[in-house]
């Protein structure tokens, strides 16, 4: 049973780009929540798709927007890209949201900014 | 706003030693609490939770108990292995119970 699938696991983009990341999550579940990690520090928690809606979100800017596809499976764009968007991207995929049974992270892409 | 203190870290221990990572929470209402694992280069793994007060969350030797009245969720581990160094992180539940707020995690190093 394939668990949370995440690509690329890295990237190196220049600043003012615009970068997409895809997260398929674990067979069954049908929500996507994603994270940044920066360095040295724990996750951030960006939004959550449920039903192809953003359901739920964190602090962050509207240069971080997403999508859910009909498969559950979702994507992570960032446009205009700072050097303080370096960091490692977290999916987590779970059934209904919960955070409490099953919620299963990926292993993350790696976003470097120059 | 809800948060997560952790000890700061990097922690270094010797092999068989005990081990405790200490773990405080601000939140209203009654969050779950949960310690995640990470070893390098990979993402994270839950290792235990606890979802009420009192609740004993426990997973290969290690263990935590959600102290309602201290606001505390301590890990902790009577026998480390070196296979247990990694990045441990405390976290909790947002009131809806659909994200996970994180403690900056701490290093733990052991040695042979």
């Known amino acids: 049973d394939a668990g949370v699938t995440q690509s690329p696991t890295h990237l190196i983009k220049t600043r003012g780009q615009q970068v997409t990341l895809r997260c398929s999550p674990k067979?069954?579940?049908?929500?996507v929540s994603w994270y940044q990690q920066a360095l040295g520090q724990g996750p951030q928690f960006i939004f959550q798709?449920?039903?192809?809606?953003?359901?739920q979100r964190g602090n962050f800017p509207d240069r971080f927007s997403g999508h859910q596809f009909p498969n559950y499976s979702s994507e992570l764009n960032v446009n205009a890209l700072l050097l303080g968007d370096s960091a490692l991207y977290l999916c987590a995929s779970s059934l209904s949201g919960t955070v409490n049974y099953g919620y299963t992270f990926g292993s993350g892409t790696r976003l470097t900014v120059v | 706003g809800d948060s997560v203190t952790q000890m700061e870290g990097p922690v270094t221990l010797s092999e068989e030693a005990f081990l405790t990572i200490n773990c405080t929470y601000t939140?209203?209402?009654?969050?779950?609490l949960f310690w995640y694992v990470q070893y390098p280069g990979e993402g994270l793994q839950l290792l235990l939770k606890a979802t009420k007060a009192d609740d004993k969350g426990s997973n290969k030797g290690f263990e935590a108990t959600y102290r309602k009245e201290t606001t505390s969720f301590h890990l902790e581990k009577g026998s480390v292995q070196v296979s247990d160094s990694a990045v441990y992180f405390c976290?909790?539940?947002?009131?809806?119970?659909?994200?996970?707020?994180f403690g900056k995690g701490t290093t733990l190093s052991v040695s042979s």
């Open positions: 798709y449920y039903e192809e809606e953003e359901r």
């Open positions: 939140a209203t209402g009654y969050p779950s």
């Open positions: 067979s069954g579940h049908d929500t």
């Open positions: 976290a909790l539940s947002n009131q809806a119970g659909t994200a996970l707020i």
